[in-house]
Nanobody, 129 residues
């Protein structure tokens, strides 16, 4: 089992930045892929960014060049640096850990299904004037 706990959400103005963190504990060596997905009110879950144990990353087109996913050297903390935030980025953001080896592109879809691994409880990001 893997436990995930997100932090760092909040309310910001358009154009500002936020950094989300996800603390992972438990059998973290069983989850070779980690990532972030989000769900806005009334919308489907969307994979935002993923990273595999070798460091390769993948991003959704809507956040590419503005968001950066990273892990600390212990691989137990996952980050999502979000720059130039827009109102359409408002959503609950979730940390996810995938149990199966896959490419980061494949994982962008997989992390939105809990059958592939573990989810945190989420942290709210609101971008508004």
């Amino acid at each position: 089992q893997v436990q995930l706990a997100e932090s760092g959400g909040g309310s910001v103005l358009p154009g500002e930045s936020l950094t989300l963190s996800c603390a992972a504990s438990g059998d973290t060596n069983t989850t070779p892929v980690m990532g972030w997905f989000r769900q806005a009110a009334g919308k489907e879950r969307e994979g935002v960014a993923t990273i595999v144990s070798g460091g390769t990353t993948s991003y959704s087109d809507s956040v590419k060049d503005r968001f950066t996913i990273s892990q600390d050297s212990s691989m137990n903390t996952l980050y999502l640096q979000m720059n130039n935030l827009r109102p359409e980025n408002t959503a609950m953001y979730y940390c996810a850990a995938v149990k199966y080896p896959m490419t980061p592109v494949q994982a962008l879809r997989a992390i939105t299904s809990q059958s592939f691994g573990y989810w945190g409880r989420g942290t709210q990001v609101t971008v508004s004037t």
